[in-house]
T-cell receptor, first 117, second 113 residues
């Protein structure tokens, strides 16, 4: 149980275009979903926290107008990278939390590799 | 906010060797501490956790003890297997009431037969 999927697993887009990444909790309802970013040989960095039906909370230094997050249901959150540039190329990972299970325990998706050309 | 420092790899060991991956943290209060593992081509999985000082988390032969005196949460295993080859991340909540996690840089463990 507690499976999280992401789609697509990898995407290549041209500079200036927008890309949407989906994160789904497949077998549980996630009260909270998180988006992380991972650069090569670097750690995961929290970008934002989203709760179903409310606006996402962004970490300091993350542009909310560039990284649009929508958490429309308890099983789906989307991250849209708007007007993508090569420096946005990275590995984006989502996770989902059901706080009733255990404090802060999160279930991670497999990640999406974004390459902006 | 909270932060974590983790030994960087790669760490290469022979099968059945003893493993230690060091992790130290800086935090306000006494947050839960976690070790996550990422096998090749897969997402991060929770390996073990400890929710308070002196707790020992354990799973699949791995152990880690929450040491508030040394602010450490070192990961250990007595006898590693080839199947333990993966990247290991130490993590704790970012702090400030947020639920997101802050991670160490990850340690790539390679076990040779």
């Amino acid at each position: 149980g507690a499976v999280v999927s992401q789609h697509p697993s990898w995407v290549i887009c041209k500079s200036g275009t927008s890309v949407k990444i989906e994160c789904r909790s497949l077998d549980f309802q996630a009260t909270t979903m998180f988006w992380y970013r991972q650069f090569p040989k670097q750690s995961l960095m929290l970008m934002a926290t989203s709760n179903e039906g409310s606006k996402a909370t962004y970490e300091q230094g993350v542009e909310k107008d560039k990284f649009l997050i929508n958490h429309a249901s308890l099983t789906l959150s989307t991250l849209t990278v708007t007007s993508a540039h090569p420096e946005d190329s990275s590995f984006y990972i989502c996770s989902a939390s059901l706080r009733a299970l255990s404090s802060y325990e999160q279930y991670f998706g497999p990640g999406t590799r974004l390459t902006v050309t | 906010g909270n932060s974590v420092t983790q030994m960087e790899g790669p760490v290469t060991l022979s099968e059945e060797a003893f493993l230690t991956i060091n992790c130290t943290y800086t935090a306000t209060g006494y947050p839960s501490l976690f070790w996550y593992v990422q096998y090749p081509g897969e997402g991060l999985q929770l390996l073990l956790k400890a929710t308070k000082a002196d707790d020992k988390g354990s799973n699949k032969g791995f152990e880690a003890t929450y040491r508030k005196e040394t602010t450490s949460f070192h990961l250990e295993k007595g006898s590693v297997q080839v199947s333990d080859s993966a990247v290991y991340f130490c993590a704790l909540p970012v702090g400030g009431g947020a639920d997101g996690l802050t991670f160490g840089k990850g340690t790539h463990l390679i076990i040779q037969p």
